[in-house]
């Protein structure tokens, strides 16, 4: 592997192991720690000084006052923070950007935009005592952040995903470095690199803002992702959905010293999920009304944001623009040529405000197409964005070139992938993103991460490869990755099972398509779902839209016709009965190895154990058993078996409670009620509709439910309940 792979891994690394076998023998880290130094090395105490000039900019200071917890974790007492050199102690940490720093101190190798570098140096600050100072410099302001937040990752064994495992660092009566230190850190393989948190339900229910927040979800919660992203070497986000260029999330991220994106559908920040009703949204016809759209939400960002601008032409809703337009309806070039004219007309309004604007466009379902065809060009000034297809297949095939960018799920809400448990292996990102920076296609790396929390291992393994790419030898597989992923999260002893528990949990669920596409824990609730309404109520069943305008009317789902609906109910029902049926040991499997291992795992660790991998596995088995069953009871009512079909209604109504127990076991501490905001994925939705189902199996006068798929909005009736009536400028 690369040395810088190596020195990562080997640093944190053997921190973990050392907390986890500490903690596993019962016996604190502090006791563990060496009572006397070794030679030449450098003490660090809680007496240290750390130096920060005043001048630096805020985001270096907010990333100082981080670490300065970090010490108070591992140390027990804040660092005192000087601003003059006269004032540093014996030992002082030294902060600060190259160009700022002593001409004496300067690390030469700090080239690159982003590098940065961790050091020993001897000062003569102090007429009596001359000043060791450990140095973490970058070449600019996030290289200077990154070298803060690898320092305490390294040295103080501060895992950066923290927030979200819950991993505290060890206690230590002091930390020793050596006294030849000087590590240096060259630039990041991928050039910009950044969450974005989308269809982010639980994250609103959980941490919902409040009034003088005006946000979706709390700023105090908004400032813990963009630490975790500036942690793990991120560098850009996009801050939610469907939100507007002044909600305050964004004013923060440019004070954390994020480079703030939108994604596919919001192209320039225009919030068209509040588009006004009764105004034209057509390009063709009424041109004049997007380009004013698109100026207010140009000059409605804070003046000083730093913004890399995404460009593109889609429809309302998330749909493909056709959907709007008739003139382009079923023509692909028309539709290119389009969306190419959107894109100069975007880039010529940016470059008004902003002549050193830099663009991106993410080829999202249509784009993909279209740009494979030869229908749509793209400025060779924009980066050209690949998307995969929410599964973490990229949709490339095989044409992705040097220069160009990856937009990349571990979380996908399209009503059949995963928003509450892990779903995309390791193999296959490291696969796929391996194939980018093989092609040098590495401009540019969007992770969703939908609410962060359930897909916690996944993100922090493309991060990883964001920052310092694949290891070098090739021997170094996913199952390595859980591994050091199971050793740094639940401790040394308990890794080769949980390894092994990873391992089989990404091979237990039913797949379906080419390649494989894995049943997400969505597919399960939404097809139950589906299956009971078409079964009680025959059709048309409604969907109201969600991410939307309010103004849009409800849609009929489903097969146009009764006796079709019927066709596809008794089908679908066939097909779940074989493939959830096949896979049910496999779970049952998983859950019997995760379940034994669970003694193994550290003290300390068990709640993030029961939350991180307990919990996913019984919402995937036990959401696999409530399809089948549901699938088997409409099959024997169909039959004229209605005990039998009420027996395995009550029997899913068991699984679902199950999914409950599980849950509640993983909402503990800070995280009580995090499923509170389930309306996605939707499992209280489901019990609710199996209960009537069972009702309805032994008397078909039960009040019916209404005729609605519905998740989807009320999942976004509270992630945009915030902006109340609010609707774009088009004025």
């Not at 819950?166 to 991928?190: M, Q, Y």
């Not at 390649?515 to 048309?540: A, C, F, K, N, V």
């Not at 190895?593 to 995937?620: D, G, H």
């Not at 005729?707 to 400028?729: A, C, F, K, Q, T």
């Amino acid at each position: 592997m690369s040395d810088r792979n190596k020195r990562r891994r080997c640093a944190y690394g053997m921190v973990a192991l050392f907390v986890a076998v500490a903690v596993a023998f019962g016996t604190s880290a502090a006791a563990q720690s060496s009572p006397s130094s070794k030679a030449g090395s450098i003490v660090i105490r809680p007496t240290v000084t750390i130096l920060l000039d005043p001048n630096e900019p805020a985001p270096i200071q907010q990333a100082t006052q981080d670490i300065v917890s970090d010490f108070e974790k591992v140390l027990g007492s804040k660092p005192k923070i000087v601003a003059r050199q006269q004032d540093a102690g014996p030992v002082t940490i030294m902060i600060g950007e190259q160009s700022q720093l002593p001409e004496a101190m300067r690390p030469s190798e700090l080239t690159a935009p982003e590098s940065f570098s961790i050091s020993v140096h001897k000062a003569d600050w102090n007429a009596k005592t001359p000043t060791t100072v450990v140095l973490l410099a970058g070449a600019d302001m996030r290289g200077t952040i990154y070298a803060i937040y690898q320092f305490s990752q390294e040295y103080l064994g501060v895992d950066p995903m923290y927030y979200w495992t819950d991993h505290e660092p060890a206690r230590r009566t002091h930390i020793e470095l050596p006294g030849s230190l000087n590590e240096s850190f060259p630039a990041p393989v991928f050039k910009y690199r950044g969450f974005f948190l989308n269809d982010e339900d639980l994250l609103t229910g959980w941490a919902p803002g409040e009034k003088k927040d005006k946000t979706g979800i709390s700023l105090a919660v908004w400032n813990k992702v963009y630490e975790t992203i500036l942690r793990l070497k991120g560098n850009m986000v996009v801050p939610g959905t469907w939100i507007f260029p002044d909600d305050p999330q964004i004013a923060l991220a440019a004070k954390r010293g994020l480079i703030m994106n939108q994604h596919h559908a919001i192209p320039l920040g225009l919030n068209v999920a509040r588009w006004p009703k009764d105004v034209p949204y057509n390009y063709t016809t009424h041109p004049e009304i997007l380009e004013r759209a698109w100026k207010d939400a140009v000059a409605t960002y804070p003046a000083h944001q730093e913004i890399l601008w995404s460009v593109g032409l889609r429809g309302l809703s998330d749909v493909s623009y056709d959907s709007m337009d008739p003139s382009v309806r079923g023509n692909d070039k028309a539709l290119g040529a389009l969306i190419g004219k959107a894109i100069n007309d975007q880039m010529r309004i940016v470059r008004a405000a902003h002549p050193d604007a830099k663009f991106v466009t993410d080829l999202w379902q249509e784009g993909a197409k279209l740009v494979k065809q030869g229908d749509l060009t793209i400025p060779p000034e924009v980066t050209l964005v690949w998307a995969d297809t929410g599964y973490g297949y990229m949709q490339d095939n095989g044409s992705v070139a040097a220069g160009q960018g990856a937009y990349y799920h571990v979380a996908m809400m399209n009503d059949r992938s995963n928003q509450l448990t892990e779903m995309v292996p390791v193999s296959r990102i490291d696969s796929e993103l391996g194939r980018y920076i093989k092609a040098k296609a590495t401009a540019y790396l969007l992770l969703n991460t939908s609410d962060i929390r359930p897909v916690s291992m996944t993100t922090k393994r493309v991060m990883d490869i964001a920052w310092e790419g694949l290891p070098a030898n090739s021997d170094h597989t996913a199952d390595d990755f859980y591994r050091q992923w199971a050793t740094e999260e639940f401790g040394a002893k308990a890794a080769p099972a949980i390894a092994k528990v990873y391992e089989a949990y990404f091979q237990a669920p039913a797949h379906f398509g080419t390649p494989p596409h894995e049943y997400g824990d969505q597919l399960y609730h939404t097809e139950s779902r589906r299956m009971m309404l078409t079964y009680m109520i025959d059709s048309p069943l409604y969907s109201i839209p969600s991410q939307a305008p309010k103004w849009e009317q409800p849609r009929i789902v489903g097969a146009p016709d009764r006796a079709s609906e019927k066709e596809w109910l008794n089908s679908t029902t066939a097909k779940e009965i074989q493939q959830c049926g096949d896979a049910q040991p496999r779970w049952d499997a998983v859950w019997k190895q995760a379940v034994a291992a669970e003694p193994l795992v550290a003290p300390s660790r068990l709640p993030f154990y029961r939350a991180e991998v307990l919990a996913m596995i019984a919402i995937n088995r036990e959401s696999n058993r409530t399809l089948f069953l549901i699938s088997k009871s409409i099959q024997d009512a169909e039959r004229g078996d209605s005990a039998k079909a009420h027996q395995e209604a009550e029997e899913a109504l068991a699984a679902l409670d199950n999914i409950h127990r599980a849950e509640s076991d993983a909402e503990y501490g800070k995280w009580k009620n995090w499923y509170h905001g389930d309306w996605l994925t939707g499992v209280p939705r489901t019990r609710e509709i199996v209960e009537t189902f069972a009702k309805f199996l032994e008397d078909p006068s039960t009040p019916l439910p209404q005729p609605l798929l519905w998740n989807g909005w009320e999942g976004y009736y509270h992630i945009m309940h915030y902006e109340g009536d609010r609707s774009v400028d088009v004025k």
